[in-house]
């Protein structure tokens, strides 16, 4: 079944924000490479620097590579790492988002402009003001208002704004170990799709028995990184990874801004310590778009992304259309060999 194998195998690819544009099917994965460093909790294993674009007319199909659609070279505000992207559509221009370090070693957002959904894209030679972090993911509701998600731990320096401005050193594997745990990061874009147009706030994720936001201790439950935004039936999912217990898991609200309320797990573990996912309606049917390690045979910074179909029951819970293999989780901490 082609949902169970890799859809690209001439190149690594992670994290694959998947979207429909033009009848087609196109996703902005991150482009994993060959590198010598050793896995840690920083994640500087993950050292990419470019991105392509993938499209395909039929999960299953022929998948075309549409070449290196923007590099870290042409970006005058990074320095490295190219992490996980996502793509809009808007004014008849596409939008990719993505991630990287500055020049100051600092997590930013950055956006880059298109004329067509594979690219070329120009980057803005400034970061977006007032992002920070990791994992940008864009929902451009009904209304035509778009909204970018945003935030990481660990590696992505989520933790460093837990008191509003940056902490260096609270770099690292660090996290809140009791009350509420840390949360995603959401602001309205403006019109053009290139700046922020409201404050950035929490995406608050409640526990159903009790109301309150899920706990920081609850790793099974909390936010750990890869925010995405889907609507289904008038409801809004915010999905995301657990990153340390490997679980894909779910909140379901009423707004795009939340709070939303924990619904439950999409993905077990899969092979390799990171899990990232998103989630598209093609051609009447719903689709998870995720990565694992087992094309390069277990290499954590070496993923590869693959497609499974997902359905929805009666209370709008998410399953998986076929069951996952179950495999031995990896390590907590990639230091300890998580991989």
């Known amino acids: 079944m082609a949902d169970k194998q890799p859809f690209v195998t001439h190149l690594y690819t992670a994290d694959p924000s998947a979207h429909v544009f033009n009848g087609k099917l196109y996703v902005y994965p991150s482009h994993d490479r060959e590198t010598d460093i050793k896995n840690n909790d920083n994640g500087d294993q993950y050292d990419m620097n470019d991105y392509h674009v993938f499209s395909m007319d039929d999960v299953g199909g022929p998948v075309t590579d549409h070449g290196v659609a923007l590099k870290a070279e042409d970006v005058p505000w990074v320095s490295r790492q190219l992490w996980a992207p996502d793509a809009a559509s808007k004014n008849g221009k596409y939008y990719l988002y993505f991630p990287a370090r500055d020049q100051e070693d600092i997590f930013r957002v950055g956006v880059a402009v298109g004329d067509t959904p594979e690219g070329p894209f120009k980057a803005e030679p400034e970061y977006i003001k007032g992002t920070f972090s990791v994992d940008p993911a864009v929902f451009v509701d009904d209304d ?9 731990l660990w590696g992505g320096q989520l933790q460093c704004y837990a008191n509003g401005a940056f902490d ?4 690292g594997a660090n996290e809140p170990s009791t009350g509420s745990a840390l ?3 959401v602001a309205k874009l403006s019109d053009d799709m290139l700046s922020l147009a409201s404050p950035v706030s929490d995406v608050v994720i409640q526990d159903p028995s009790t109301g309150k936001p899920i706990a920081a201790e609850d790793h099974a439950r909390r936010f750990f990184e890869a925010a995405w935004l889907h609507k289904y039936n008038g ?3 915010f999905s ?8 894909l898991a779910y909140a379901i609200g009423d707004t795009p801004l939340g709070p939303f309320t924990y619904g439950g797990r999409i993905l077990e573990p899969v092979i390799g310590w990171t899990t990232h996912h998103s989630i598209a309606e093609f051609k009447g049917k719903w689709y998870l778009f995720y990565h694992d390690s087992s094309l390069s045979g277990g290499e954590n910074h070496l993923r590869s992304a693959k497609i499974r179909e997902i359905v929805y029951d009666g209370e709008g819970k998410i399953h998986l259309a076929e069951p996952q293999p179950q495999i031995k989780p990896p390590a907590a901490r990639l230091e300890e060999g998580g991989s």
């Open 144 to 152: 035509g208002q778009a909204y970018l998600y945003f935030g990481g």
């Open 168 to 171: 260096k050193s609270q770099l």
């Open 183 to 185: 949360h995603a990061k």
């Open 235 to 237: 409801k809004y999912y």
């Open 240 to 247: 995301y990874s657990t990153g340390d217990t490997h679980y």
